[in-house]
């Protein structure tokens, strides 16, 4: 594991030797941010948040705990090199057999993610499309993820509300299964498959998440983003996952909800596979 960097212990790191249900890393990348910058330091605000919550879940009457999960550390990310980093991080992915959480870091970073593990279905929660072909000249853009990733399996997008015409079109002539905040009932969930879930937290109304990447209103409430993640895990297997967009630089509100986020759906994670 030459590429990762010990950083501050996520608080449900485990010192077992058994197998770990998930191993969790950084990815603190945010080179081709357009907005605001500082999803560099999302991974340890996340971590950081973390300590702030209960372990126990009672809503699930799960106690985290019994989630075994390995913290790796953060990836040594090239910053200002897109290309590079997309090599690195898709190196260091490879050499992960568990299923993994990866904490970002800029949505960019999902694209070597899922490059390295192909699952069946990418369902991305985001304010956004992502399917520019290109952004400032950048194919590796934040702006081009989904664009990137349909490349290497199904996506699925639920939650935007902002594209260019060149995007929409883009979605339309390829059939991609893309939802409004006004369409969530309408969704159709893959069934049976094995599914990467990312989670851009711009997904949510900055209200709510006001720290993000590129925040847009009229996004979701904490409930119904984590209705989403219930009905996802319980047709599908859950093999790999990113938290992406944060740019605190503390545990501050939004750091705190993206933690909660993650807590929620490993206490999801936890009842449906007992």
Known sequence: MIFFSQTGKFPLDSESEEEPDWVLFGVPYDSTASFNTGARFGPDSLRKACYHLEVFDCEFKVDLTDVCVKDLGNINVRLGDPQANYDIVRKAVSEIDTPFIALGGEHTTAYPLVSATPPDVFISLDAHLDLRDEYLGE???HACTSRRISDVCDIHIYGYRECSKEEYTFMEENSISAYTPSELDKIVYPEGKKVHLSVDLD????????????????????????????????????????FCELCSRYADRTAVTAAYLLYKILAMWRVLNE
Not at 209 to 223: D, E, K, M
């Open 203 to 242: 997904v949510l109304d900055p209200c709510i998440a006001p720290n993000v990447s590129n925040p847009v209103p009229g996004g979701l409430q904490f409930g119904e983003v984590t209705e989403i993640f219930y009905r996802i895990l319980k047709r599908n297997t859950l093999v790999s996952m990113d």
């Open 139 to 141: 194919p590796l853009s």
